[in-house]
């Protein structure tokens, strides 16, 4: 298995624009996590999905953030409109729901201007 | 709420010493699991070693072990042995019955040759 994937790997955008991070979760996996990491606040769990339904997204920071899981294998963090404070790594993990071990993707590193 | 507290910032070991990692929790909850995971600087997050709460017996992966004091929700990472590629950021997290994993701000370890 290719593990957790996610893509872009680095994204460097202005203020103001739109901003699709994908991640592909391992196969069989029926728990998603979008984490964000910054110097400050360390690691964030911005929202989290079980068999593609959001169950806690208390940690998505504002209306400007917002997160898909259309189907099993794929999801969307959205940030419209993107602000310099947003510059983070965000980091995608799956697992198999209940007991199973919390596998990290290589995470995105996101630089707004 | 559960809260994961890593009091130090930065450790350093010199190669092929041993160096504890130190992790208290806060929690109510009585199920629980545990887990060390490694960051080094290519940001990839690996999972170390995991404690499930219910079990007395410490883990242990070759040179990593924990020392598991549930009464004083105490949750210490001991490297044995340690080589230079063991420096990293080492988080500890916190996984109780709401699912996700919570972290600590992280431990710099930095490994002296």
């Known amino acids: 298995d290719a593990g957790v994937i996610q893509s872009p790997r680095h994204e460097v955008t202005e203020m103001g624009q739109e901003v699709t991070l994908r991640c592909k979760p391992i196969s069989g996996h029926n728990s998603l996590f979008w984490y964000r990491q910054t110097m400050m606040r360390g690691l964030e769990l911005l929202i989290y999905?079980?068999?593609?339904?959001?169950?806690?997204d208390s940690g998505m920071p504002e209306d400007r953030f917002s997160a898909k899981m259309p189907n099993a294998s794929f999801s969307t963090l959205k940030i419209q409109p993107s602000e310099p404070r947003d510059s983070a790594v965000y980091f995608c993990a799956s697992r198999l729901m209940d007991r199973g071990l919390l596998l990290f993707g290589p995470g995105t590193r996101l630089t707004v201007l | 709420a559960q809260t994961v507290t890593q009091s130090q910032p930065e450790m350093s070991v010199q190669e092929a010493e041993t160096v504890t990692l130190s992790c208290t929790y806060d929690t109510s909850e009585s199920d629980y699991y545990l887990f060390w995971y490694k960051q080094p600087p290519s940001r990839q997050m690996i999972l170390v070693i995991r404690q499930e709460a219910y079990k007395q017996q410490n883990a242990t992966e070759n040179r990593f072990s924990v020392n598991f004091q549930k009464a004083a929700k105490s949750f210490s990472l001991k490297i044995s042995d340690s080589q230079l590629g063991d420096a990293a950021m080492y988080f500890c997290?916190?996984?109780?019955?709401?699912?996700?994993?919570?972290f600590g701000k992280g431990t710099k370890l930095s490994v002296k040759p």
């Open positions: 997290a916190y996984r109780g019955s709401q699912g996700n994993l919570i």
């Open positions: 999905f079980n068999n593609n339904v959001p169950i806690d």
